[in-house]
């Protein structure tokens, strides 16, 4: 495996200029399953094909966000310098050429934002929901089972067993025991065709961890945040919701109060919201009790006292579900805190909630009851310049944004207004809806790669 993905990088700088380049991509989200089946199954392809690469669907800077995947490359001795990821290969260029084939995995559908190289799919390998037709030039293997990996070491173990190593079966066979949640039944992911593959790869290779004791590690490593700074924690596991305002929802894998207590906490999530053009930045944290029954907490954060004060009622007032919130102390003045009583409610179901919120704001401004004009006067108030839409595309002379506004300086900027009359406008973004988004109206940290800096 090492020999072959140290030659992708060679492959893809000297390929002939006429050259078809095979490209394996995995999905948007790049967890730890579409890492490795676009590994694997490059791997597979390359043993009877020229010039295929696998195409790790993130920026390069973005890979720290998976500290899971991390922990799995160093598990199986593959250094992460080693792999190409999205912004070291434009394959809208190779398109234009004529030079592009894609194989797809993990995912059966390109993103809209992707939708211009959707000519050059050829295949298709995944376990989600089929969304695309089958044709004689893509075919498509679907199937409902707990990981896509399973059907990648089907696959490999029907056309080209001698392929399996230790490294290659484990790095399937780590891909399969997360995604099916440990093998658990209880968990509704597993299903027989998991367990058969799971266990032919324990069958040929007896050295492979201990399923459990491996789940337990690539866990513990997911839920590690201790090396990333506050923008990546919240970048991490976010998701957006957008109408008159911007929402940013993010699940943070530790307590509120510790997360509430980082220093210069505040004018770092000014600087964020800014950066990405988020008017409410909710924060949800998940820890666990010594009996590891889950324990959640949700933060509201904004400048604006009004939107603050807004979305902190309607989930308190929730009953679809009954969020149960009971407010606790903060010690930052824009943060309203929560202890999370119906500990069963995830982002998924407060998702919705929030897109009712801002569904029911919406409607309101429509109906010209005087709050959306109060919100352009306190914009007209507001001695903060908005961020031009032009900064956030990468390359253009303002990239960066406001360069004389640290995030100090925003600090101390807000502090100076009263709450009430500050209200960072939505910045006028793109609208981008890549894949593997549920149909709720939402996007995750995908939807803000191609503005990271």
Do not use: W
């Not at 929560?338 to 909630?353: H, I, T």
């Amino acid at each position: 495996m090492e020999e072959f993905l140290s030659s992708c990088r060679e492959t893809v700088k000297g390929a002939p200029t006429a050259a078809v380049l095979h490209v394996v991509l995995g999905n948007e989200a790049c967890d730890l399953d579409s890492m490795v089946c676009a590994l694997t199954y490059a791997y597979f392809l390359s043993k009877t094909e020229p010039l295929v690469v696998p195409l790790l669907n993130i920026r390069q800077v973005e890979l720290p966000l998976r500290s899971d995947n991390v922990f799995l490359l160093q598990r199986v001795s593959l250094s992460p310098d080693l792999l190409l990821f999205r912004d070291q290969l434009d394959l809208r260029a190779l398109h234009r050429a004529g030079r592009l084939r894609l194989t797809l995995v993990d995912h059966n559908v390109l993103p809209s934002s992707d939708s211009d190289l959707e000519a050059a799919v050829v295949e298709v390998i995944d376990h989600h929901l089929l969304e695309r037709d089958s044709s004689p030039s893509c075919p498509v293997t679907v199937e409902k089972v707990g990981s896509c990996a399973t059907l990648v070491t089907e696959r490999i173990i029907q056309k080209a067993p001698e392929i399996l190593d230790q490294q290659v079966a484990q790095l399937l066979y780590a891909a399969i025991v997360v995604d099916c949640i440990n093998m658990a039944p209880s968990a509704g992911k597993v299903t027989p065709k998991d367990s058969r593959l799971a266990a032919a790869l324990e069958a040929r290779f007896p050295a492979l961890p201990e399923g459990g004791a491996l789940f337990k590690m690539l866990q513990d490593a997911k839920f590690d945040v201790s090396g990333l700074n506050t923008g990546q924690m919240l970048l991490k596991d976010m998701k957006t919701i957008s109408g008159s305002l911007n929402v940013a929802v993010s699940v943070l894998y530790i307590t509120l109060e510790n997360f509430l207590q980082r220093a210069g906490l505040e004018a770092e999530l000014s600087s964020f919201c800014l950066k990405f053009g988020f008017d409410i930045v909710l924060l949800m944290s998940v820890s666990f009790s010594e009996s590891r029954e889950p324990i959640r907490e949700l933060a509201v954060f904004s400048h604006s006292a009004a939107c603050r004060q807004q979305v902190s009622h309607f989930l308190e007032q929730a009953r679809s579900p009954a969020l149960n919130l009971r407010q606790i102390s903060s010690p930052r003045p824009h943060v309203t805190a929560y202890l999370q009583g119906n500990s069963l409610a995830s982002r998924k179901q407060v998702l919705p909630l929030v897109k009712d919120f801002l569904r029911e704001r919406d409607a309101d401004c429509l109906l010209g009851d005087g709050r959306l004009g109060d919100m352009e006067e306190e914009e007209e108030e507001s001695q903060v310049p908005p961020t031009p839409m032009n900064s956030l595309v990468e390359g253009c002379p303002l990239d960066g944004g406001l360069p004389r506004l640290s995030a100090l300086d925003l600090e101390e900027k807000f502090s100076k207004m009263a709450d009430g009359r500050a209200d960072l406008r939505p910045v006028n973004q793109p609208d981008v809806c890549p894949s593997g988004v549920e149909d709720d109206g939402t996007t995750d940290t995908r939807s803000v790669r191609k503005i990271l800096e």
